[in-house]
């Protein structure tokens, strides 16, 4: 069928500047329910999505906020974490916690490393699937300089940290809690079987295994010893815990091997050596489903090569129990090709049957280069013989590729190609842009140009003023006292105007996908090309930049039927629906009615709950009340709100909870099962303490 989506009903999407100094690439990323982390020097920035606007109402002329408005939390990341955050997860397998003498700082085997670590940086940083977190969200894992990688979500709150907003209550991350972390003096317990002496590791590089839809999920690491180490993470939380509680996690080592290239190391001295090390060297293929138990791919990158090893798990899988994971003892699959600094691996998000074989398929960024790659689940190519690069030809890139690269990471005027598209251009390109919204403000930016003797003439925070006398909305802008003084006709009298010059580059530092793909992001900084910079601790002027996939040339179900594919959170699916152009969500915002199916079974669930409703009475004056649409009334007018799972009245502030994406109210348990325990069955059974009853989307914490 094809899509019903208009694009005015969009709401435009608006950058946003920071001030930060950033230290490393891929330091952008969403997670599962679009909420949005940006990595920085000593710091993250974490953005919450704005659900509160109807784009079906929404109009040019009603204030709309942008899909993030203030950073909702910005947290340091440098803190060497002590071994004792991780005692509780000994505690849980009840196993001894080791004891030692820590030191804070270094790990690992590397000379320098081994005895000391940087300032800690933010080197990589990753969304978790959804569940781990409260009320089912996502946690998140952050890679630090000292080779540590701590996880953080958030901790149950006070319900004293939300303030009205627009008449909304908006959503709030506090508290921010460390749960747990590997590295650098930090210890995991190890499945029975796994059992090994205990060092201080140094990781430099982890990723997270896709959603398997089950209890729990998986996570691998890199150490600087040559090992890929596999994780098995679960977590359990109370609705009602106490402020501050993390939860209940099991985390435990279940499996390991060694991740090595078939090239013999060099000598860092040697003429013919490169250094091919990467933050980024992981990544997993989706999940194969074989009977009983699922397969994954994990990719690996070493020296000059690029390693792919099987990981099945037995399935189905009990909740907070250690999970069968059996490893292959040989790569299933390998590809030899020159490999320069952070090279990374993307898979494809689908299994592909090529007659009866699954195949999965991704791309190699090497990282100047973009080389596809695909392997069989269900076949073993045989094993890579140790030999040189110069057999493999892969000591150095080949001569043809010099100074040709398809992964830029710096936009200028003298790059034409720094952006590409495989996707179908429009009918009539020429008329207007091509690409996202983020990639023609990038355009603006670097062929913006003045003559040369102003753009000399000017210093850095001028030099970005516009011919028609307005500004780039940079932080580094004019201000008032400036603005009067500099007169741009006065300033351009006597100047050979025809000699132009571009005063801007731009880095681009990362980007990223929301969940439903409908979304881009791009993290960039802007440079002056005339003047000599530096970083700061003043920060650069850094953007976020959006940009969606415009498929008005293209309304067909091609385009819904893939967001459908996607098994996404009713967060991810309204992001898409406001920002993204995606069909629109039953439940939230009036888009579209329940599906018959599922208004059936919540018609039901109220029915069983509709004589608790007779029986209550105004909690202000005791008289009956009588439901009002979505509301409840009594006599002399006291209206309540009802919860939309149930249909029973909120008697009481703090006997509810709000969803963030409708802002419906929903009972808690406890107090529904004191208001029906009779029906204590039904409300354990078919109710959820974390998503909404209205429309499926989590509740502020």
Not at 39 to 51: K, M, S
Not at 128 to 140: E, T
Request: glycine letters at 10%; a negative charge; charged letters at 20%.
């Amino acid at each position: 069928m094809p899509s019903k989506n208009n694009n005015n009903t969009t709401i435009p999407l608006e950058s946003f500047s920071l001030t930060a100094v950033p230290a490393s690439t891929h330091n952008i990323v969403w997670s599962p329910d679009a909420e949005l982390a940006v990595g920085c020097d000593d710091c993250v920035f974490i953005f919450l999505p704005e659900f509160s606007s109807d784009p079906l109402t929404s109009g040019p002329h009603l204030e709309v906020p942008r899909q993030y408005n203030d950073a909702a939390l910005r947290f340091p990341s440098v803190e060497h974490r002590h071994p004792e955050l991780n005692r509780p997860l000994f505690e849980t397998v009840k196993q001894e916690f080791p004891e030692f003498e820590y030191v804070p700082g270094g790990g690992g085997s590397g000379i320098i490393t081994g005895q000391g670590s940087s300032m800690n940086h933010c080197v990589a940083l990753e969304w978790s699937p959804s569940g781990l977190g409260r009320m089912k969200r996502s946690a998140l894992a952050v890679l630090t300089g000292a080779g540590a990688l701590t996880i953080y979500c958030e901790g149950a709150s006070d319900g004293m940290n939300t303030s009205k907003i627009r008449g909304r209550n908006p959503r709030s991350l506090r508290p921010w809690i460390a749960v747990w972390g590997v590295g650098a003096g930090l210890l995991l317990p190890r499945a029975e079987g796994h059992e090994a002496e205990y060092s201080k590791e140094y990781v430099t590089a982890f990723a997270w295994a896709k959603d398997t839809n089950d209890r729990g999920a998986f996570m691998a690491y890199a150490t600087d010893d040559g090992e890929v180490v596999i994780v098995s993470v679960q977590s359990k939380h109370d609705s009602d815990a106490n402020h501050g509680d993390s939860g209940l996690w099991r985390v435990e080592e279940v499996a390991r091997f060694i991740a090595e290239s078939p090239h013999p190391k060099l000598d860092p001295t040697d003429p013919d050596y490169s250094p091919s090390e990467s933050s980024f060297s992981l990544s997993w293929s989706p999940w194969l489903k074989r009977g009983f138990s699922k397969t994954s791919m994990i990719s690996y990158v070493a020296h000059n090569y690029v390693g792919f090893r099987e990981v099945t798990v037995n399935w189905p899988r009990k909740g907070m129990v250690t999970p069968r994971v059996t490893v292959s003892a040989v790569d299933n699959d390998g590809v030899c090709l020159h490999l320069a600094p952070d090279a990374f691996v993307v898979w494809e998000d689908l299994i592909w049957t090529i007659g009866s074989s699954k195949v999965g398929r991704g791309i190699i960024a090497t990282p100047a280069k973009a080389q596809a790659f695909e392997v069989a689940f269900d076949r073993k190519e045989p094993e890579i013989a140790s030999h040189t690069t110069d057999e493999c030809d892969t000591t150095y890139p080949k001569a043809k590729d010099d100074g040709i690269t398809q992964n830029p990471i710096t936009a200028t005027h003298e790059n034409d190609a720094w952006y590409q598209t495989n996707l179908s251009l429009p009918p009539n390109p020429e008329g207007g842009a091509i690409g996202p919204k983020w990639a023609t403000e990038i355009n603006q930016i670097i062929e913006h140009q003045l003559p040369r003797a102003l753009a000399h003439r000017l210093d850095s925070g001028l030099a970005s003023v516009k011919s028609d006398g307005g500004s780039d909305g940079s932080d580094n802008e004019m201000d008032d006292d400036e603005k009067s003084e500099f007169d741009a006709g006065d300033a351009m009298a006597g100047l050979d105007t025809e000699d132009q010059v571009h005063v801007n580059r731009v880095r681009i530092w990362g980007m990223t996908a929301s969940p439903g793909g409908g979304v881009t992001a791009a993290f960039i900084t802007q440079y002056g090309t005339m003047w000599p910079q530096r970083d700061t601790f003043a920060g650069h002027k850094c953007r976020v930049l959006f940009g969606r996939y415009d498929n008005r040339t293209e309304q067909s179900e091609e385009v819904d039927t893939a967001l459908a594919m996607k098994k996404l959170s009713t967060e991810a699916r309204t992001w898409e629906w406001m920002y993204g152009g995606g069909p629109p969500v039953a439940g939230v915002g009036g888009g579209i009615p329940t599906p018959t199916q599922e208004r059936d079974k919540r018609r039901a669930l109220k029915d069983h709950f509709e004589m608790v409703s007779r029986s209550q009475v105004c909690p202000f004056c005791d008289l009956p009340l009588e439901p009002v649409g979505t509301s409840m009334r009594c006599q002399e007018g006291h209206l309540l709100d009802t919860c939309a799972a149930t249909g029973l009245p909120i008697l009481a502030p703090g006997m509810s909870r709000i969803c963030s994406v409708c802002g419906s109210k929903c009972l808690k348990l406890k107090d529904l099962i004191a208001m029906a325990p009779q029906l204590k069955e039904i409300i354990t059974g078919e109710i959820s303490a974390e998503l909404c009853g209205g429309c499926g989307g989590k509740f502020i914490n």
